[in-house]
């Protein structure tokens, strides 16, 4: 088992992007809701209105994405959860936890994107 220190730089981005992905399926989900107040409610409802209004739910993420304030809230929680993550090696897995095998998909494609830039 690792901790988030103890993953290499290439995991670390991986484990990164993978949980802040995963806040926004949360997001998209409605397992992370704001209250009315908050300038996030008002900015997810946006975001979710012009997907519905472009007939596009699958770019849902893309417009959470545009807006500042949406932005910075899954990049905090999704750093905040990766580095909260006890990281298995494979012969370890159990379902509660990470595998470091889901940061490979990650990880290739990160370094395939680095390579044709």
């Known amino acids: 088992m690792k901790t988030f220190d103890n993953l290499s730089e290439l ?7 993978l949980c802040q992905m995963q806040v926004c ?4 989900e409605s397992k992370i809701v704001f209250r009315n107040d908050d300038p996030l409610a ?25 807006n500042a304030i949406v932005k910075n809230f899954i990049n905090t929680e999704g750093l905040q959860t990766a580095k909260e993550t006890l990281y298995l090696e494979d012969e370890e897995f159990e379902p509660s936890y990470l595998p470091l095998s889901r940061l ?4 290739n494609f990160t370094l395939k994107n680095k390579c044709e830039k």
């Open 25 to 28: 399926i949360d997001i998209g």
């Open 42 to 66: 008002d900015a997810v409802e946006k975001a979710f209105n012009k997907a519905e209004n472009d007939e596009v739910p699958w770019f849902v993420t893309d417009y959470l994405m545009q």
């Open 104 to 107: 490979k998909p990650i990880i």
């Open 11 to 17: 995991e670390k981005q991986a484990a990164i992007k």
